[in-house]
């Protein structure tokens, strides 16, 4: 949905009338504009701050004008450019479409054809972007648009000039999105075309069979597995698989070149013959014309995206908000039958709503065309939440200025909420699991457990995997909110699951950790602790990290459940571990965050606070970012162990810290939500919730999410 302008928005920016506010993102903000000759584009305008750097319009007309000449068939063009203005902009055409993330986790993987002409497209859009002198440098699924006619992708090299411009400088930023980066990005090495090559074989992996060939986790954990482990491929169709993994040789040299790789894709995509035609070998026949080349689900999605700025956007821009849904106070108070998730692209009331249309699709076009990702900023709210809304923000008429939109569950969300694809997932204590759009906050679908659900969720390859404590792991459809399989265990699943090399891992209050496949449900083995699990496993390097009631920090063979080692700390280990390198880190409530050896469980270091640790680490720039029940945010020096800021807070920290763009982000007992540079550790801002935040906070395209004890889950704008 695209947002009135603001008081303080441009009216103008350069030759194009703007017309309404798209998104923001730590580069700046997204705008909807118009050219003198009518043609929809979005306008992308810089944050005055980031011109302070002397070199920094230079770069920035450099990279621009290089920009310009790329005129691949699979790019989004950038139509104008001025780095002499004030604040400078940049302007791209719109693609309708899906991107690639989206419709993985709406429909799930492509078929194979589908992935040919996929990295064809790709492949084609590379040799462009490189002929023009840029490496893109950020090559995933959300950067990848699905068209009509062919893919897109978008923000070649713009963003990735900038961020290299305006923040290199700061210590421990690299360009790039975990899992989907060449090791030579994360290891400081020269980045060049090869680069590329490789995301592109992350993205066929993804395209082919719903997940990264990295797994999922922590940015730390993932890059640990780009940098010494293969990649996962197992799922991915033989064909695609020998092509991607050449693309994901860990040396650049060792990769296949981007012309190599289009003659072999070009190979089986084929001139459109005859409908029903094909050629004497049984190659795949394709054409890139219509949305033949999908899917027929994902090709219906991509023509329902409408043209922002077009006529038929002006009719969808305010419809009417879907109808209460009578499921909604049964689900929150327990009474009546249980209801049946709503299928995907349905609102609160189960019915699609052209506001879904626009936001969730045109929307994330437009968005990702400028080149920033966001994702829309959208004002909607899932269901009827008008009259709890304003119980939450106190009786006020209107939403707080960082507020993007608040929606509430049926119960306290204590759980960290996972944003992926552009949907975010929020586990209530009232027994759901709730997808909500990120962009609108829109309720997607609703699946109901037997009992609070205080496990986040785990999403790959088009699965969303969650515990409950109703004593079982579920395994449900992303698109359609319907359970594949379940997995009894026999106690609470309050620990968060991780998947990786098609396993996921929950640890259980009957005190095991389980290690159960990902397509059947069915348990490959299970450790016994001797306390109950509620740390979330982390995989790395072969071996699954997971903490124990028991007082101990456990390290365990991902393949065969037998123990390595076990540390123990004297309290018990509710914190997630954090895996950096050769350094796994968690917390005890013994009020320490410890750092040991991730091969042998020799400690390396102990950090002690004044209080219990129960929040779980993340790591970023070379430090360890945890709270403590002593009431502050710490940053810790992963190598030293030394203290390198404390940010007082004043009450309980038990909210995990999620750090993106160099902010550290965290929820306290006192309901409120801090951002904390991560470098200094000093205030950006804070916002004030309605209830105590236990939720740790997901960081995705411009927003922040959390969750309170009221129920409510918010996005803030960053």
């Known amino acids: 949905m695209v947002e009135a302008l603001a008081a303080d928005d441009p009216r103008w920016v350069g030759p194009y009338r703007i017309t309404g506010r798209l998104g923001a993102g730590g580069m700046g903000r997204v705008y909807l504009g118009r050219s003198p000759g009518g043609r929809a584009v979005a306008v992308k305008v810089i944050r005055p701050e980031l011109t302070g750097d002397p070199g920094f319009r230079a770069r920035f007309a450099r990279e621009a004008a290089a920009a310009r000449s790329v005129s691949g068939a699979f790019t989004a063009a950038v139509v104008g450019a001025d780095p002499d203005s004030v604040p400078p902009w940049l302007a791209t055409l719109h693609v309708p479409g899906l991107s690639l993330a989206e419709a993985v986790v709406r429909h799930g993987p492509l078929p194979a054809r589908s992935v040919w002409a996929l990295g064809a497209g790709l492949a084609e859009a590379l040799q462009a972007i490189h002929a023009a002198g840029l490496v893109h440098r950020d090559l995933k699924p959300s950067n990848v648009l699905l068209a009509a006619d062919g893919p897109r992708v978008i923000d070649f090299g713009i963003a990735a000039a900038l961020e290299a411009g305006a923040t290199l400088t700061r210590s421990g930023v690299i360009i790039g999105t975990p899992g989907f980066m060449a090791p030579e990005q994360l290891t400081g090495g020269p980045v060049g075309p090869a680069a590329d090559v490789f995301c592109l074989g992350a993205v066929l992996v993804f395209a082919a069979c719903g997940r990264g060939p990295f797994g999922q986790g922590s940015g730390a954990a993932l890059g640990y597995r780009v940098v010494h482990e293969p990649p996962d491929v197992a799922g991915v169709p033989e064909d695609v698989r020998a092509v991607a993994v050449r693309c994901l040789a860990k040396a650049p040299d060792a990769r296949p070149t981007v012309p190599d790789i289009l003659r072999e894709l070009a190979e089986r995509v084929v001139p459109e013959p005859p409908l029903g035609a094909e050629d004497d070998a049984g190659t795949v026949v394709l054409a890139l014309r219509g949305a033949r080349w999908l899917p027929d689900p994902v090709a219906d999605s991509v023509d329902r ?22 499921r909604a106070d049964r689900a929150a108070t327990g009474t009546g039958p249980r209801p049946e998730p709503a299928g ?51 009786g006020r008429g209107r939403r707080a200025e960082r507020e993007s939109w608040a929606v509430a569950t049926g119960g306290p969300v204590t759980a960290a909420v996972v944003a992926a694809g552009g949907v975010v997932y929020a586990s209530s204590k009232d027994g759901s699991l709730y997808a909500l759009d990120a962009g609108s906050g829109e309720q997607r679908w609703q699946f109901p457990t037997g009992n609070g659900v205080y496990s986040s969720a785990a999403v790959t390859g088009g699965v969303v995997y969650v515990g409950s404590a109703d004593y079982a792991l579920y395994a449900v459809n992303a698109a359609t909110g319907r359970e594949k399989w379940h997995f009894d265990t026999g106690g609470e699943v309050n620990s968060s699951p991780v998947v990786a090399g098609g396993v996921v891992y929950v640890g259980s209050d009957d005190r095991h ?6 397509r059947t449900g069915e348990q490959r083995w299970k450790f016994p602790t001797g ?4 740390s979330s496993p982390v995989v790395a390097g072969g071996l699954v990290y997971v903490g124990s009631r028991d007082g101990s920090l456990y390290a365990v063979d991902a393949r065969t459940g037998e123990e390595r080692w076990r540390f123990p700390t004297g309290a018990e280990v509710k914190s997630s571990p954090a895996v950096w390198g050769r350094v796994v880190c968690a917390g005890s409530y013994d009020g320490s965050l410890y750092a040991l050896d991730a091969g042998s469980g020799k400690r390396r270091w102990r950090f002690r606070t004044d209080g219990g640790v129960g929040s ?34 004043g009450h309980i920290v038990y909210s995990s810290p999620a750090v993106s763009g160099g902010v550290a982000y965290v929820g306290a007992k006192n309901g409120e939500l801090y951002a904390v540079d991560a470098g200094t550790g000093e205030e950006r801002w804070r916002h004030l919730t309605s209830a105590d935040i236990k939720s740790s906070p997901a960081v995705a395209d411009g927003l922040v999410f959390v969750g309170n004890d009221s129920g409510f889950v918010y996005a803030l704008r960053t």
């Open 513 to 518: 950790l389980y290690a159960v496949d990902t």
């Open 531 to 534: 306390g109950w699990v509620r």
């Open 616 to 649: 779980s680490p993340a790591i970023a720039g070379g430090a360890a970012h945890v709270g403590s029940d002593d009431g502050h945010l710490y940053a810790v020096d992963i190598r030293s162990g030394q203290r390198r800021w404390a940010f007082r807070i």
């Open 305 to 326: 995206a409408h043209p922002l700025g077009g006529a038929d956007a002006a009719r969808t821009e305010a419809p009417a908000d879907p109808a209460p849904d009578p």
């Open 344 to 394: 995907p692209g349905t609102g609160a009331g189960g019915h699609a709503t052209r506001r879904r249309v626009l936001a969730g699709l045109a929307g994330v076009a437009a968005a990702a065309a400028a080149g920033l990702g966001a994702r829309l900023l959208g004002g909607g709210t899932g269901g009827d939440t008008g009259g709890a809304r304003a119980s939450a923000s106190g």
